[in-house]
């Protein structure tokens, strides 16, 4: 097992008729396998698996011999001798080696989920990421780094402070303007705060009109003015 050639006998020494080669030779190894013969031993390629096994006749060897092993998981491509690529919203690299697993075990090994990104909530990029309260944006997985695709503006930005509010963003802080009550709260999803956020307050007793930022006017027989603050009571005492 694992020799070819023909023997044919022949008068007078060496008996047997000398091919090139002649008598029985040992077989090189077979595609995507390396070593010196069948004989000696043959070892699949990097990314191929199999066992070379030695039969008499040919092909000489068990067939299938080396077989190319598929895309480990969480990556896409034909093989790992073809090459393989972490799939969207993972990250590694796929480097062919020879035996099982046939790539090596970086650390870590093979294609590794990505953790969500600043400012987001989630298991990992391909489970779903999800922006933090008072952050809007769409988080979208993709191939290679940064492994999400990266919008304008980028990830999960910090949403503005809503009407009648002033501050940095919702996520620094904001502030109800004057003549203005409420608290802002950021929370997951449009509009990014509880609503309602800031309402206009009401004229004090003894004052009329629409509501403080509106303006009020003291009632007959009052004096006064009525300036809107930030705060509580809302209005100048």
């Known amino acids: 097992a ?4 023909t023997i044919t006998s022949m008068v007078g020494a060496p008996y047997y008729v000398q091919h090139s080669p002649p008598g029985c030779t040992a077989v090189q190894c077979p595609q995507f396998a390396s070593g010196k013969d069948i ?3 043959c070892t699949c390629d990097a990314g191929y698996s199999g066992t070379i096994v030695g039969v008499v006749g040919p092909p000489y060897y068990k067939a299938p011999a080396c077989q190319a092993v598929s895309c480990p998981l969480n990556a896409a491509g034909k093989n790992i001798p073809a090459g393989c690529t972490c799939n969207a919203g993972y990250s590694g690299t796929i480097i062919s080696m020879v035996g099982a697993p046939y790539y090596v075990q970086q650390k870590p090994a093979g294609c590794q989920a990505v953790d969500c990104p600043a400012n987001a909530a989630g298991q990992s ?3 779903g990421c999800t922006c933090n309260a008072g952050y809007s944006g769409t988080i979208t997985s993709m191939v290679g780094a940064p492994y999400y695709v990266q919008h304008s503006p980028p990830g999960c930005t910090a949403v503005q402070c809503p009407q009648f509010a002033s501050g940095k963003d919702i996520v620094a802080g904001c502030t109800c303007d004057a003549g203005y009550s409420g608290t802002i709260v950021g929370v997951v999803g449009p509009p990014y705060y509880k609503a309602p956020a800031c309402q206009a307050v009401s004229c004090p007793l003894n004052a009329a009109g629409k509501n403080i930022p509106a ?6 027989g009052y004096s006064g003015t009525i300036i809107s603050m930030v705060g509580a009571p809302y209005y100048v005492q």
């Open 2 to 5: 694992g020799y070819s050639g």
């Open 39 to 41: 004989v000696a031993g």
């Open 125 to 127: 990029l391909p489970e």
């Open 215 to 220: 303006g009020c006017t003291c009632n007959a």
